[in-house]
């Protein structure tokens, strides 16, 4: 027997990317060189977007996102409570108020309509977003030709959270692309589809935004000579225009993130795979698993399945019994409203019903690229015996 706890999700290194990051670390710049430069066109190339910008995380990027787009205190900033709390948070970094908008429970997502009623009522009470934040969870997109017309009639930028999503896409426009945002983001946190360590990008069609953010995660410092405001500057001198910060990406880290990317549709095909396979043999369960849009491509950066309805009580049960047998099975994710942060802000149970019964009955499996057909069958066969326990 096989008793090796099995994570969620796992990253997957192999010599080359090894042998990528040495090859920096042995070179003259170890940040700022080429590398990152290198990484940021590969991105744009990748996703089709005109601009990309690199970060030290996706935090980062979403908090210079959102001040590229002149978030500020009074503003609001709406995104989905079923995301990690990063989504949120930008926006008071910002001090500008957070809303959220509740899901669909078929995909987890932010659902259109619900966001079409709160605009029809927050443009009543002139209350409406500056910024809206869906979040592709596990790698889903949401239905952004949705969210997008919305934004036209009520003049709110869209940040896609696309930190799940990368290699994924929309109406077969690949997510990054920015055909239906402003500005997208990616994480490249281990657990995420591809790594640097820590890091984060932002993908973008606007030079003007590209510009500012590049700018923002830099100290707020233009080296760029025309852009000088001041004249008694020489050609070695730079500027700063504006408090900004050091949230740049290193060369080494790019290094990483770089040698990834080569093996970023093997990745998505490889959990694409598995999420077939575990989908075919819970075709009898009481589960739903998450189902994308049928324009959708997902990632599949989690494998998130939803007991049905005369379950729901044995969640805490299932969980247990899983890790308890060594599988690594978690909530992806307490709503974000329920977060103490945000219950001191006001937040309470009951704010978004659909969210709050999401996460009682909600867990994901382990899924990543490197994951054995053996772990696989462990995972399929615990989840078979659960239900013959639970049953008898
Ligand atoms: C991981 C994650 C982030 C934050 O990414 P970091 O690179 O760790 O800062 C933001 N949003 C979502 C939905 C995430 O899963």
């Known amino acids: 027997m096989n008793s090796e706890f099995l994570p969620y999700g796992r990253q997957n290194i192999n010599d080359k990317d090894i042998k990528s990051v040495i090859e920096v670390l042995k070179s003259d710049f170890l940040t700022q060189g080429k590398v990152h430069k290198e990484f940021e066109n590969?991105?744009?190339?990748?996703?089709?977007?005109?601009?990309?910008?690199?970060?030290?995380?996706?935090t980062s990027a979403l908090h210079i996102a959102c001040m590229a787009l002149n978030l500020k205190k009074g503003d609001y900033l709406w995104t989905t409570p079923i995301t990690f709390v990063a989504s949120a948070n930008c926006a008071r970094y910002c001090n500008a108020e957070v809303d959220f908008v509740d899901i669909e429970e078929k995909t987890g997502l932010m659902a259109?309509?619900?966001?079409?009623?709160?605009?029809?009522?927050?443009?009543?009470?002139?209350?409406?977003p500056k910024i809206v934040i869906p979040v592709h969870l596990a790698g889903a997109s949401c239905n952004m030709p949705k969210i997008y017309e919305l934004s036209k009639i009520y003049g709110f930028h869209i940040v896609e959270d696309a930190s799940h999503a990368i290699g994924g896409s929309c109406n077969n426009y690949a997510v990054g692309s920015c055909k239906y945002s402003d500005i997208t983001v990616f994480s490249l946190h281990p657990v995420k589809i591809i790594t640097s360590a820590e890091g984060g990008l932002a993908t973008t069609n606007s030079s003007r935004l590209c510009k500012r953010m590049r700018t923002l995660a830099s100290h707020g410092i233009t080296k760029d000579q025309e852009d000088f405001v001041g004249k008694n500057f020489e050609n070695w001198i730079y500027e700063q225009q504006e408090l900004g910060f050091n949230y740049r990406l290193s060369d080494v880290h790019a290094a990483l993130g770089l040698s990834q990317l080569e093996r970023l549709d093997y990745f998505v095909d490889k959990r694409n795979n598995i999420a077939d396979?575990?989908?075919?043999e819970f075709s009898k369960l009481p589960i739903k698993t998450l189902e994308p849009y049928d324009y959708v491509r997902?990632?599949?950066?989690?494998?998130?399945?939803?007991l049905e309805d005369d379950y729901t009580k044995h969640?805490?049960?299932?969980?247990?019994?899983l890790r308890g047998n060594g599988i690594g099975v978690q909530l992806h994710y307490l709503p974000v409203h329920l977060q103490p942060y945000y219950i001191d802000l006001g937040f309470s149970q009951g704010n978004y019903p659909l969210s709050e019964k999401y996460s009682k009955k909600s867990f994901s499996l382990p899924i990543f690229p490197s994951l054995k057909e053996e772990d696989i069958i462990r995972v399929i066969a615990l989840?078979?015996?659960?239900?013959?326990?639970?049953?008898s």
């Not at 396979?277 to 075919?280: H, P």
């Not at 969640?315 to 019994?321: K, L, T």
């Not at 989840?383 to 049953?391: H, S, T, V």
């Open 42 to 58: 590969q991105i744009s190339k990748k996703v089709k977007s005109g601009f990309c910008v690199s970060f030290n995380s996706a």
């Open 112 to 128: 259109p309509e619900l966001l079409e009623q709160k605009l029809i009522n927050a443009s009543k009470e002139g209350k409406l």
């Open 277 to 280: 396979f575990y989908k075919n």
């Open 298 to 306: 997902s990632t599949y950066h989690l494998f998130i399945v939803q």
């Open 315 to 321: 969640h805490e049960y299932i969980f247990n019994y």
């Open 383 to 391: 989840m078979k015996d659960i239900f013959c326990k639970i049953i």
